[in-house]
């Protein structure tokens, strides 16, 4: 199964975001478990940091992007982000 890469986009002191990273971190908790589970890296981006993040984004923090293309923003539910990294098509 093809690697996976997860980006958060949000920015410091936001709680909706600490809270999506908990989620990401549940899931990726329960994938280990997984076998044959893809290997997940995740990176968290500030919209502070960048400016076409910070245009782009800063109605929507937190967001989260598989693979570059946007998964959700403001909240995530830990089994339809399951369902996503577990059931992508390796094309």
């Known amino acids: 199964m093809p690697d996976v890469r997860l980006t ?3 920015k410091p002191e936001c709680h ?3 809270v999506v990273d908990g989620v990401v971190a549940q899931v990726l908790d329960e994938l280990g478990e997984v076998q044959d ?3 997940v890296t ?3 981006l ?3 940091d960048d400016e076409s993040l910070y245009e782009q984004y800063w109605e929507q923090i937190p967001v989260l992007l598989i ?3 946007k998964h959700a923003q403001w909240r995530v539910r830990p089994e339809r982000l399951r369902a996503a990294i577990l059931d992508r ?3």
């Open 8 to 10: 958060l986009i949000g």
């Open 16 to 18: 909706l975001c600490d």
């Open 42 to 44: 995740v990176e968290h």
């Open 89 to 91: 098509d390796p094309r």
């Open 67 to 69: 693979d570059g293309v």
């Open 37 to 39: 589970a893809p290997n």
């Open 46 to 48: 500030s919209i502070l």
